[in-house]
């Protein structure tokens, strides 16, 4: 069975840092391509970033509000992947989300795991 | 990036009903599009992915349809447990769009 857990969440002031961390289990970790999606309260998804697999140089895509400020990685060694977010703003306040991707023609969203709140907040 | 609009934004059916939801993109995707369900408090679960084909688990109820700029989700007998958000997404370039949503509820 496929699981996606994410931790790390909680509640920063604007201009901090906070890691996320997306514990992964049950499929090949590292033939994934995976992603990140926020959802602020009451909101809409808005995808904030990926991270290619070993095959494809672990290189990175992020969404414009958020490039220059978060980063993503992984660690294929412990099925593990991370969202570092810097220079937080109160607008970064959302659910946050890894989602595993898989691939038919392109790379799909296919699994979500429960999601990890951020509060940016003074 | 590429702009998804879904319609309606929200409406309400009754079960049983047949239902369609749309979503448009700003330019072509071929068919590259992901159809999403969220309930309250939940993660998002996928339905539908290559336009038309429905993931593995999902009822037959559910289909897709569509490429280029015009897709359609349909639900053929609206169930209990169908009544959630319906969210489209595009695949096709980065960044990755959603549609901002259709909230299904009960008439």
């Known amino acids: 069975e496929v699981q996606l857990v994410e931790s790390g969440g909680g509640l920063v002031q604007p201009g901090g840092s906070l890691r996320l961390s997306c514990a992964a289990s049950g499929f090949t970790f590292s033939d994934h391509y995976m992603d990140w999606v926020r959802q602020a309260p009451g909101k809409g998804l808005e995808w904030v970033g990926r991270t290619r697999n070993k095959a494809n140089s672990y290189t990175t895509e992020y969404a414009a509000s958020v490039k220059g400020r978060f980063t993503i990685s992984r660690d294929d060694s412990k099925n593990s992947l991370y969202l570092q977010m810097n220079s937080l703003k109160t607008e970064d306040t959302a659910v946050y989300y890894c989602?595993?991707?898989?691939?038919?023609?392109?790379?799909?969203?296919?699994?979500w795991g429960q999601g990890t709140l951020v509060t940016v907040s003074s | 990036a590429i702009r998804m609009t879904q319609s309606p934004s929200s409406f309400s059916a009754s079960t049983g009903d047949r239902v369609t939801i749309t979503c448009r993109a700003s330019q072509g995707i071929s068919s590259y599009l992901a159809w999403y369900q969220q309930k309250p408090g939940k993660a998002p679960k996928l339905l539908i992915y290559?336009?038309?084909t429905l993931q593995s688990g999902v009822p037959s109820r559910f289909s897709g349809s569509g490429s280029g700029t015009d897709f359609t989700l349909t639900i053929s007998c609206l169930q209990s447990e169908d009544f959630a958000t319906y969210y489209c997404?595009?695949?096709?370039?980065?960044?990755?769009?959603f549609g901002q949503g259709t909230k299904l509820e009960i008439k």
């Open positions: 989602a595993r991707a898989s691939y038919s023609s392109s790379w799909y969203l296919d699994y």
């Open positions: 290559a336009a038309s």
């Open positions: 997404q595009q695949y096709y370039s980065y960044p990755r769009t």
